[in-house]
């Protein structure tokens, strides 16, 4: 049987016509807008209902608060008038008198009975000042002790009258007053919503209870008044209080309040009352408030349901004398009276709102009207223009409102639509040529922008480019000359040609500086400058600077002053390099710019944070200063204080712009502070990181203990260096003063050695004002001292002063400027400890002797095809006792690393035939250059460079001009251990084939076609076997080649095809196979061309070449066995 489907209702729901006719009709949302005030009516109700409830009933909840303070106040009163009740009767004469025996008749039991049914009072007594009974309305003897209560207690020792509440139980009663047992007793009243189990009987009381002293005569206390009042039944107490909390309104009448005292949680006293019309009395307090204001002590404030009705309630705690929490304070307001009013008003509200919004809503119905007839009107006469009926117009509204306007300025528009509307059209027609003219115009404009910004790009390949070869044919001849000078300076002897020589260095030394400098800017400019991050000292970069300037200075008679932060004192993270290029650069143009007084090298901590330091480095000289106008544009690129054409000062004005960009990237700033004629002040800002590493700590001569304690008297008459020596002086523990001239000095030692405080060193400056350093050890000699010190001679003119001279004049020792910690301590400790050795800064000789020592007997190739270059590298290596083999190409240098046996490769970049970098290629995938050291040695400078370098498979970088210290350096990191490389030259010899072997050998070599062999074997230095290895791997390796040429040609690719004939070529180059050499190379000519010539008989051409030289090859006798 087939299902039956239902059909499916299409209609439009009810909820969707309704949102279609708010979307379309403004009649409707005017409707609706006019009926909303009766749409909102319930909930405006609703929430008037809920807010009135709410504020209704924290008014009476305020109100009953209120309340419980007044039934507070009024039990704190009742205490206050019973207490000066009881001080009135302890004042009294007759009292007082009957008391002490003065006055007869009645006794005073009787009378104070009296008086207790006068003041309303259960208890009155008189009791002695240990708490026995004297006198009294109680059923006790007197002397018999009265019931122990904390405010009697606490009275008889305070003597002073109080007042409090007191709870007595059964027993204290009936001993104080067997009627009392029976007045304070209250049946428990089980009620519905306490209790209903609770049955019994509450026999305690509670009681007011007020005390007075009693004094004689005389000021002696005589007793204690104590007057006791019963809380139980007291209908007064709560009756009071009830008519002062009770309401008298215009809504609710009269509507009287309840009180009640609640002893634990049965009432006691109360103005409740039972339906029969009783007081509630012996009721129990709901477990809910008992365990929140009499268990933990809180004000309660709530609706509650009190015996048989509704209430709003506040119960609090009453406390006994000691603060004991022993019953309940309530106060409450029936609650029936105000929800009946409540009810009443919010009627009338509702009515009178809704009333209101009848009203508004009639009224809202006739303005949606007004407003909506004259807009259908409007609307249909747009619909009608809409469809094409130009024509068509509103006509008067028969009214002056915006409506009416609006039809009005309609009309009026569709007046001068219609006179628009043919301009209209005459207009569009011309603009339709506007528009193509127009876009014409920005096509042609986006052609050129386009041709602009390929021009650019090519500008700035084209100048990198330019850049690049410039360092590279620069530094070439510069490679020479500084190379060839520093040669020659280990071979002249005569003194005017070395200084010649030294001049030629110099200069050759200042002009690779501009090329740096040019360089630097250009890798600015371009973004692709980086800086280290590797770990340093800072002393040691500013003792590098020190080093490199010391010399100028002193030649020109300037003191240099080395003033370092003790905190510099650890290894951080930067890049020393860029660091120290800053600081050289600033020194340099202070050097270059004072002619006398000083220069000072500064370096201060300005900012220590936990992981960095901000580093404040300063130069500060006395030379003629700079203007101030010249200031602000110092730090600009090619930017110069003198560039006037008759200037007395060079320089390219590069090198400060430079460092400010260089300060920019560590993080930093760089400033001047100068005047003209009082010298100037260069410096810059670097945040660097702190390494983890310990810095490398310099011979220390067990801390220096010997000279701790030790008095030093400084005399030097730059203040400058005056500062430095003794801040040294202090860190070593020793005891420093300073003076600034000669006559001082002489004057602070004899005076020391008077006072018995002779000084145990003077360090003394060599060129002073007055008295020189000579002339002032001269006069110290002479003096008639008890204890002679020794004298240590400082001076920045060291190279100038023979040992002999100093020694003669009397000095015990010298120490040249800057003065260095290292250099302070360690001639400090050879004078006190004369067979400790000094520590020294390596210089360039001493790294030459290192080098010499571990690299005698090495084995080095020399890739290099300037001539020139060549003749440097060889000269300083076979200075080492290096022995070297030369290749004058890429290809020749594949070919003789591949005999193996040499412990480094030098290798040039640029080289013809074959690149440094694709020969570095092809050793390391041979099997003998895996782990063969290879450094580039080029002219190219760039970072990018030496990058290109690395990625090729070279170990490190060598930048020309060669630093003989930096190649030093670099063979002592990368040449393997003297014992390797003799295992190494061992196995070597034991490998080689004897000589009639060689000989057959070498006769079959020459035997193949198209093969040089004599130019292959002395690459090879004549190893035959080698030689034969090294064709059978270019064999087998390039059986394939000539296949793989005839794919690319026949696909097309002419540049795939290049590369393959040009590596082919440089292989066959490599090892002297001439024939096959021509045949690539006929084929790398061909597909350079492009012309359209068959490359068929090239390719076959090439594969007999290489097959006649293969079938060769086979016939070559068989290597001997091993």
């Known amino acids: 049987m087939p299902r039956y489907k239902m059909p499916i209702d299409r209609k439009p729901s009810r909820l969707l016509h309704l949102t279609n006719a708010w979307r379309r009709s403004l009649r409707f949302r005017l409707m609706v807008l006019a009926l909303l005030p009766a749409l909102l009516f319930p909930a405006l109700a609703l929430i008037l209902v809920l807010w009135g409830g709410s504020l209704a009933d924290q008014v009476l909840l305020d109100k009953v608060k209120g309340d419980l303070s007044i039934a507070r106040s009024h039990m704190l009163h009742d205490q206050d008038e019973l207490r000066r009740t009881a001080t009135s009767l302890a004042q009294s004469s007759r009292i007082q008198g009957l008391a002490s025996g003065r006055i007869g008749g009645a006794s005073l039991s009787e009378v104070l009975r009296s008086r207790a049914d006068t003041i309303d009072a259960e208890i009155l007594v008189l009791l002695a000042p240990d708490g026995k009974l004297l006198a009294g309305s109680a059923d006790l003897s007197a002397g018999t002790w009265f019931p122990s209560l904390s405010v009697i207690n606490a009275s008889l020792q305070a003597r002073q009258s109080m007042s409090g509440i007191e709870i007595l139980d059964e027993n204290d009663m009936a001993r104080v007053s067997t009627k009392l047992v029976a007045e304070a007793a209250i049946p428990i009243v089980a009620t519905a919503h306490a209790d209903s189990q609770r049955q019994g009987v509450e026999r305690r009381g509670m009681f007011l209870f007020a005390t007075a002293p009693m004094f004689d005569d005389k000021g002696g206390f005589h007793g204690l008044i104590v007057v006791g009042r019963l809380v139980n039944r007291d209908a007064g107490i709560v009756d009071y209080v009830t008519d002062l909390i009770s309401i008298n309104g215009p809504l609710v009448g009269r509507v009287a309040g309840t009180v009640t005292i609640f002893l634990g949680d049965i009432r006691i006293a109360t103005s409740v009352r039972k339906a029969d019309g009783q007081r509630a009395v012996g009721t129990i307090l709901s477990r809910e408030v008992r365990d929140a204001v009499v268990v933990q002590g809180d004000t309660w404030l709530k609706r509650a349901f009190v015996v048989d009705r509704w209430f709003i309630s506040g119960y609090e705690p009453i406390t006994d004398f000691a603060g004991k929490r022993i019953g309940v304070l309530y106060v409450g307001i029936p609650e029936q009276p105000f929800v009946e009013a409540r009810w009443w008003a919010l009627s009338l509200v509702v009515a009178m709102l809704a009333l209101a919004i009848l009203l508004a809503t009639l009224a809202s119905w006739r303005m949606v009207r007004a407003i909506t007839v004259p807009l259908q009107r409007l609307g249909a006469a747009m619909e009608a223009v809409a469809a094409g009926r130009l024509e068509t117009r509103v006509g008067p509204l028969g009214g002056e409102d915006e409506i009416a306007r609006l039809a009005e300025v309609f009309d009026r528009l569709l007046d001068t639509i219609g006179k628009q509307t043919t301009a209209l059209r005459e207009w569009g027609t011309s603009l339709d040529a506007k528009v193509a003219a127009r876009t014409a115009e920005l096509a042609a404009a986006n052609v050129a922008l386009n041709e ?481 050291p290879i450094i580039a040695m080029t002219a190219n400078a760039f970072e990018d460079d030496r990058q290109q370098c690395l990625a090729a498979g070279m170990n490190d970088h060598v930048a020309k001009p060669v630093d003989p210290a930096r190649l030093y350096e670099t063979l002592l990191h990368w040449l393997p251990p003297p014992s390797v490389r003799a295992t190494r030259t061992e196995d070597a010899a034991a490998a080689r084939p004897s000589e009639q072997e060689d000989g057959r050998l070498l006769a079959a070599l020459a035997a193949v076609p198209g093969l040089e062999s004599a130019a292959g074997l002395k690459v090879f230095r004549g190893n035959a076997e080698r030689y034969r290895q090294l064709l059978q791997k270019f064999g087998d390796g390039h059986q394939d080649d000539a296949e793989r040429i005839r794919a690319a040609c026949q696909a097309g690719e002419r540049d795939a095809a290049r590369h393959l004939a040009h590596a082919l070529k440089g292989a066959a180059a490599a090892v002297a196979a001439v024939s096959v050499q021509r045949a690539a190379a006929a084929l790398e000519a061909w597909a350079r061309a492009g012309d359209e010539a068959p490359f068929e008989p090239l390719v076959m051409a090439l594969e007999a070449e290489f097959a006649a030289f293969v079938l060769a090859l086979d016939q070559l006798p068989p290597p001997p066995e091993t």
């Open 452 to 932: 602009a910004r390929d021009a650019a790009e090519s500008a700035s390949r084209s100048k990198s480019a330019f850049l690049a070869n410039m360092s590279h044919e620069i530094r070439t001849p510069m490679n020479a000359i500084i190379g060839l000078a520093h040669l020659l300076g280990r071979d002249i002897a005569d003194v005017r040609q070395r200084e010649r020589l030294g001049k030629i260095s110099d200069a050759a030394q200042h002009l690779l500086a501009i090329i740096n400098d040019i360089l630097d800017v250009s890798k600015i400019e371009a973004g692709h400058l980086e800086l280290e991050q590797t770990p340093f000292e800072f002393e040691q970069v500013v003792d590098r600077v020190c080093t490199m300037i010391g010399d100028k200075a002193a030649a020109k008679g300037l003191e240099l002053v080395r003033d370092i932060d003790p905190a510099l004192a650890c290894v951080l993270t930067g890049d020393p390099l860029r660091i120290g290029q800053i600081l050289l650069n600033y020194a340099g143009n202070a050097l270059k710019f004072t002619s006398q007084g000083s220069i000072v090298l500064r370096a201060r901590v300005t900012e220590d944070n936990e992981d960095s330091v901000l580093v404040r480095v300063e130069v500060r000289d006395t030379g003629v200063g700079i203007a101030s106008d010249v200031l602000p544009r110092l730090f600009s690129s090619f930017e110069q204080a003198d560039s006037s054409t008759t200037r007395e000062f060079g320089g390219t004005g590069l090198g400060l712009a430079i460092n400010r960009h260089l300060a920019h990237m560590m993080g930093g700033e760089v400033g001047v502070e100068s005047e003209p004629g009082r010298g100037s002040v260069f410096w810059f800002t670097a945040r660097l990181g702190k390494s983890p590493i310990a810095p490398e700590r310099r011979q220390t001569h067990a801390d220096a203990g010997r000279l701790r304690g030790m008095r030093v008297l400084v005399v030097d008459d730059l203040a400058e260096a005056r500062d430095v020596a003794t801040d040294l002086l202090r860190l070593l523990g020793m005891t420093p003063s300073a003076v600034a001239d000669g006559e001082s000095g002489l004057r602070a030692v004899r005076e020391a050695d008077d006072a018995g405080a002779p000084f145990d060193l003077v360090l003394i400056d060599w060129r002073m004002p007055g008295l020189d350093g000579m002339a002032t050890v001269d006069r110290l000699r002479a003096l008639p001292l008890r204890c002679p010190p020794r004298f240590l001679l400082v001076t920045a003119y060291d190279h100038a002063l023979p040992d002999v001279q100093w020694r003669s004049a009397g000095f015990d020792a010298m120490l040249a400027k800057p003065v260095s910690p290292s250099g302070l301590l360690d001639t400090l400790v050879g004078l006190v400890e004369p067979g400790v050795a000094a520590t020294t800064e390596q210089t360039v000789s001493d790294l030459e002797q290192r080098a010499a020592e571990y690299a005698r007997g090495a084995r080095l190739l020399l890739a290099e095809d300037n001539p020139i270059n060549r003749e440097v590298a060889t000269e300083l290596l076979q200075a080492l006792g290096i022995t070297i083999d030369v290749a004058g190409d890429g290809a020749e240098a594949v070919a003789m690393a591949s005999t193996g046996g040499y412990d480094l490769i030098l290798m040039d970049v640029q080289m013809p035939v074959m690149d440094g970098l694709t020969a570095t290629r092809a050793i390391r995938r041979a099997a003998t250059g895996g782990s063969l």
